[in-house]
């Protein structure tokens, strides 16, 4: 589970219960003991002992007391003080390792807010190189940091399984490249490697609103997607839920990097989208190209939506391409092809070229503190 919601009882209910506490003022702020008890289902005992424990840590702060309203004014005894966690207190380092021309990385607070941010250009490198440079801009990042920092958060494009390792990014010549292990013994710090397209997920489940059932599909270099099933990532048998990109939506397309023909990819990939794109004259030819990728996009999740009944559907990636056109040939052709499609929503997500960036820092989060 993402978000702790219920306390448990009473081998881990310590680590849990913390959890929950946490959880609890970070959703919410701005709480008293006696309201985060009332919200936890926690005894009062208990959450002043795990509040106190939490401020000697540095992740609550007290805030002040609470402004009485004017009708409680004639009350009795203290006012109640206020908690918060302190956002403050640690950094988190966030990458992104998605971009075609460079790594970008950043110092995030613990609300998700990029406060400093560095890139390293990747001019063509693959294999031990490409790991190179990511090292280069995690080394350059912790130069810059002012708080201790919580931990390393990495968003890979391919198949990355749930030990960081990277089983296969082709387009770095990745193949079993063990980097979470590698940077944590590099840096002495916590480190979580995941598909950047499933971090994405966390960071619309952290920063962006997402409901419990969603499916986030991430255009860039290549097209992938991510899932979030009854509030818990989906990951799949083989790390690889979600690799959209290769499923064929017409054997009579255009050539794959794959191997195969009419992959979702040779529509829908911001390289062959801009291709498309530039080989147009008027605003008609341009708005049928987007149409036409649209359309193959809502093919290819028909079924999935169908099969899942999903609540959501956020599309991330360049800003431009998701116009009207494509957004609105998608939505059509989930209408036309599910029962669901009618109350399925489909947004373009608002967390823009950071989305990566903060759902790597979220992922740190979750796993370090144990909230989201
Ligand atoms: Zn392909």
């Given at each position: ?346 947004r373009v997500s608002e967390l823009g070229d950071d989305i990566v960036l903060r759902g790597a820092a979220a992922a740190v989060l979750s796993k370090q503190l144990g909230f989201s």
């Amino acid at each position: 589970m993402l978000r702790p919601s219920a306390k448990v009882l009473p081998e881990h209910a310590r680590v849990h219960n913390r959890a929950l506490v946490l959880q609890t003022l970070y959703r919410s702020g701005r709480q008293s003991r006696a309201d985060v008890a009332r919200g936890t289902g926690l005894t009062r005992v208990t959450v002043s002992d795990l509040v106190a424990e939490l401020m000697a840590d540095g992740l609550v702060v007290e805030l002040g007391p609470r402004e009485a309203a004017p009708s409680e004014s004639v009350q009795r005894g203290k006012p109640a003080i206020l908690l918060d966690i302190d956002r403050a207190a640690f950094h988190i380092l966030g990458v992104d390792l998605g971009g075609d021309s460079a790594f970008r990385g950043a110092l995030l607070d613990l609300g998700g807010r990029i406060l400093h941010s560095s890139e390293v250009a990747l001019e063509h490198a693959t294999g031990a190189a490409a790991v190179d440079r990511v090292v280069d801009l995690v080394e350059r990042l912790i130069e810059q940091a002012t708080t201790p920092i919580l931990g390393i958060g990495v968003g890979s494009p391919g198949v990355v399984d749930d030990s960081g390792t990277v089983l296969s990014a082709p387009n770095l010549s990745w193949s079993d490249e063990a980097l979470q292990t590698r940077l944590s013994e590099r840096f002495g710090l916590p480190v979580v490697v995941m598909n950047d397209a499933n971090a994405a997920v966390l960071a619309e489940h952290s920063f962006g609103d997402a409901a419990a059932d969603m499916m986030l599909v991430k255009v860039g270099h290549g097209v992938g997607s991510g899932l979030l099933l009854g509030g818990v990532q989906f990951f799949g048998s083989h790390s690889a839920a979600g690799e959209i990109g290769h499923v064929v939506v017409d054997p009579s397309g255009e050539a794959c990097g794959c191997g195969r023909s009419g992959c979702l990819e040779t529509w829908l990939a911001a390289p062959r989208l801009a291709a498309r794109l530039k080989a147009t004259t008027t605003s008609g030819a341009r708005d049928a190209v987007l149409h036409d990728a649209g359309h193959r996009l809502g093919v290819v999740l028909a079924p999935i939506a169908g099969a899942l009944d999903l609540a959501e559907i956020v599309l991330s990636g360049p800003v431009g391409y998701f116009g009207d056109a494509l957004v609105a040939a998608t939505a059509h052709t989930l209408a036309e092809r599910t029962i669901t499609g009618a109350g399925l929503a489909l947004r373009v997500s608002e967390l823009g070229d950071d989305i990566v960036l903060r759902g790597a820092a979220a992922a740190v989060l979750s796993k370090q503190l144990g909230f989201s």
